[in-house]
């Protein structure tokens, strides 16, 4: 059973966006709440309307004397006596459940009951009516169609209860993803074999890529037979590959190195500027 603290009244006016200031609320809902008693509700002075309906009071003691308290709502609950209302002199509507006061307690427990059996039925009746209705919409549906006769919806006629299975997708999707899949492959078997371990393309040595600067007299010829047989049993595609790797290769080499040279002549001297007309041949003589 709840008791009707202080805090508990606080959080009843924040639930229903009251003033926080006791004094400034004219209507207080403590409804439903499950209070046995009625207990600190002296600072709520401004109060015309008090609702404790749905509780477990079994009497008004505890109630203060309030000034401007007009309407009071105490019906279901197990209220025995009505003491306490003798200081509330601006009273004038006062709701208590009609069976206790034609029969005391026991006449109000017996209408709680009859009026939740009430309840129960009216929602069973509503329940039924919205059956029945729905199966008038189905019979009148299944005629506009040309369906056999029935109070369940048609759309169930087509449903069993095998497992639901997806679609095939068509060809030119599937061919789509597979040419995704394959383009989104780091290399192919081939490609994979002429990595190294860093994923660079491993340097292999070339036969073909040999030089005499010194030769003995009369084995030029021979020497050239040798270099142009080596050449000709290296594979075409490992010759491709490895020339444009070496080529790449040169090339990055090459462009960095000219890069910073570069650099080093303009952060080391200050520009020259041609003579009108023509370059100077000095300079370039020099550069070369």
């Known amino acids: 059973m709840a008791e009707m603290t202080r805090q508990a009244l ?35 002075t401004g109060l015309k309307a008090l609702f404790l309906e749905g509780n477990a009071l079994d009497s008004l003691k505890g109630l203060p004397k309030l000034e401007e308290l007009k309407c009071l709502y105490v019906q279901q609950n197990m209220i025995q006596h009505l003491e306490g209302l003798e200081q509330i002199e601006n009273l004038n509507t006062l709701n208590i459940s009609k ?35 729905r199966a008038e919409a189905f019979r009148a549906r299944r005629k506009a169609e040309g369906l056999p006769d029935g109070d369940t919806d048609p759309f169930f006629d087509t449903v069993d209860d095998s497992e639901w299975q997806a679609p095939e997708d068509p060809p030119e999707l599937t061919a789509a993803r597979q040419k995704l899949e394959s383009a989104s492959q780091p290399g192919t078997s081939e490609d994979a074999s002429a990595l190294g371990k860093d994923g660079r393309h491993a340097m292999r040595p070339c036969p073909a890529i040999c030089r005499y600067d010194s030769q003995e007299p009369g084995s030029s010829g021979a020497a050239s037979a040798t270099v142009q047989s080596a050449a000709a049993s290296v594979p075409a595609a490992n010759g491709a590959r490895e020339a444009q790797s070496s080529e790449a290769d040169m090339d990055l080499t090459n462009y960095l190195r000219l890069e910073k040279s570069s650099k080093a002549q303009h952060f080391s001297a200050p520009p020259t500027l041609p003579p009108k007309g023509g370059v100077l041949i000095e300079e370039l003589d020099e550069l070369d």
């Open 10 to 44: 606080k959080e009843i006016c924040k639930e229903h966006q009251l003033y926080v200031t006791p004094q400034l609320n004219d209507k207080l809902y403590c409804n439903y709440k499950g209070f046995g008693s009625i207990s600190n509700l002296e600072p709520y």
């Open 99 to 133: 069976a206790w006061s034609e029969g005391g307690l026991d006449a109000e427990r017996q209408a709680r009951v009859d009026a939740k059996k009430e309840d129960e039925a009216r929602d069973r009746r509503n329940f039924e009516n919205l059956q029945r209705i």
